[in-house]
């Protein structure tokens, strides 16, 4: 189940990480990079995003949607 955007833990992250589906497993790094770097930009409106308690923070975990997709390539 995806958290809700946290800003107090925003304040904490990091790490970051991109899971993507099988769907997604074939596009050029660079695409992925540009995609990934412009979800973890505005985490807030990501589709499903997760927090993973870290010793020392969170890592902030986005998992790749067509949504996503179509709204940071549109």
């Not at 497993?25 to 997760?50: G, R, S, W, Y």
Request: aromatic fraction near 8%; proline fraction near 8%; hydrophobic fraction near 35%.
């Amino acid at each position: 189940m995806p958290d809700k955007f946290d800003p107090y833990r925003e304040a904490l992250v990091i790490e970051t990480l991109t899971v993507w589906p099988e769907e997604y497993l074939e596009l050029d790094p660079p695409t992925k990079q540009q995609i990934a770097e412009a979800l973890h930009a505005d985490p807030e409106n990501a589709a499903h995003l997760t927090y993973q308690r870290l010793h020392t923070g969170f890592c902030r975990e986005i998992t790749v949607t067509e949504e996503d997709v179509n709204r940071v390539s549109g």
